[in-house]
């Protein structure tokens, strides 16, 4: 297991940008794959993007597209998302998790996660 800890949340004007951070501990992190999901009030946890282990396998949530980019350094054990053009519908808690090997984008495949950081898009 890897204990996983995000943060870069905050409040932004629609059309802004945030960089949420996801730093794991342990010496293993480069076998990991991660995920960002969120989780919007009344609403399922859902996926937002995804990379593997190397960096150089991605996937997006079709609702961020060309808005968002998940990347990491395995040197810092930390991965990255960074959020631009951002819209009230991107509010919402937002969470990383990790798991071994082979990129995934359910929820259920995912057996590390951190507590989660607050994003609110609103003027």
């Known amino acids: 297991q890897v204990q996983l800890v995000e943060s870069g949340g905050g409040l932004v004007q629609p059309g802004g940008s945030l960089r949420l951070s996801c730093a794991a501990s342990?010496?293993?992190?480069?076998?990991?794959?991660m995920g960002w999901f969120r989780q919007a009030p009344g609403k399922e946890r859902e996926f937002v993007a995804a990379i593997d282990w190397s960096g150089g396998n991605t996937d997006y949530a079709d609702s961020v597209k060309g808005r968002f980019t998940i990347s990491r350094v395995n040197a810092k054990n930390t991965v990255y998302l960074q959020m631009n053009s951002l819209k009230p519908e991107d509010t919402a808690v937002y969470y990383c998790?990790?798991?071994?090997?082979?990129?995934?984008?359910?929820?259920?495949?995912?057996?590390?996660w951190g507590q989660g950081t607050q994003v609110t898009v609103s003027s």
């Open positions: 998790a990790a798991r071994l090997m082979t990129i995934a984008t359910m929820s259920t495949n995912f057996g590390s």
């Open positions: 342990g010496r293993t992190f480069s076998r990991y794959a």
